[in-house]
């Protein structure tokens, strides 16, 4: 009976010190920071600050026809199908000239004119504009998780009437990479066609 209780005793006493242990080790667990990274740090003071733009036309279809027309560009998606008959997506876009510094954190707006000038098919074309601002090199046409969407403007054969759409952000609290720059991305579409201006920013303090 003695050799029982000692038993019972002795696997009690080992149950509980290996409990102990697995609460310890989770403990230490969620306080380490190894591994985990440094977190991003939000910029105080100093300012963004524009310096340089570029125009990329990403033709993926390469259907579109894209032309400047004073501050327009006007884009011109036109194919003939099997039985000769013409279709024609056509629209023409606008946007606000960005700012030339910003404060980080800042309250601002842009604004974007979508323009419908034909839409001659009942094929569904996806068009329209987006602005979003992204660590510098990144992809021009898909934002990435830590993008800043400015504003979308989609279009498509059930609704593509003229729209003024004026999106609301707050200027990049953060910096993107170790490079101390970002893009604002201003990307215009009819179908897999883009034309892409980027405009590089650069913080300064």
Not at 72 to 89: G, L
Request: charged residues 20%; hydrophobic residues 35%; glycine residues 6%.
């Amino acid at each position: 009976m003695k050799k029982l209780i000692t038993i019972l005793l002795f696997a009690s006493l080992a149950i509980t010190g290996v409990y102990s242990q697995d609460v310890s080790v989770n403990n230490e667990t969620t306080t380490t920071t190894e591994g985990a990274g440094t977190p991003a740090e939000e910029l105080i003071g100093g300012t963004w600050v524009l310096a340089g733009a570029e125009t990329k036309i990403v033709n993926k279809q390469n259907i579109t026809k894209w032309e400047t027309e004073n501050s327009d560009i006007v884009a011109v998606y036109s194919w003939k199908d099997v039985i000769e008959i013409i279709h024609t997506v056509s629209a023409g876009y606008r946007w606000q000239a960005p700012p030339k510094t910003m404060q980080p954190g800042a309250y601002m707006n842009l604004e974007a004119i979508y323009t419908n000038i034909e839409y001659s098919t009942t094929a569904k074309v996806a068009s329209g504009i987006k602005m979003f601002f992204a660590r510098e090199g990144a992809d021009l046409i898909n934002m990435e998780p830590n993008s800043i969407e400015i504003l979308k403007v989609n279009k498509d054969n059930k609704q593509y009437s003229n729209e003024v759409k004026k999106g609301f952000f707050y200027a990049p609290k953060f910096l993107f990479d170790d490079s101390r720059n970002c893009q604002l991305v201003v990307d215009c579409f009819v179908g897999k066609d883009h034309y892409v201006t980027k405009y590089t920013y650069t913080y300064q303090q």
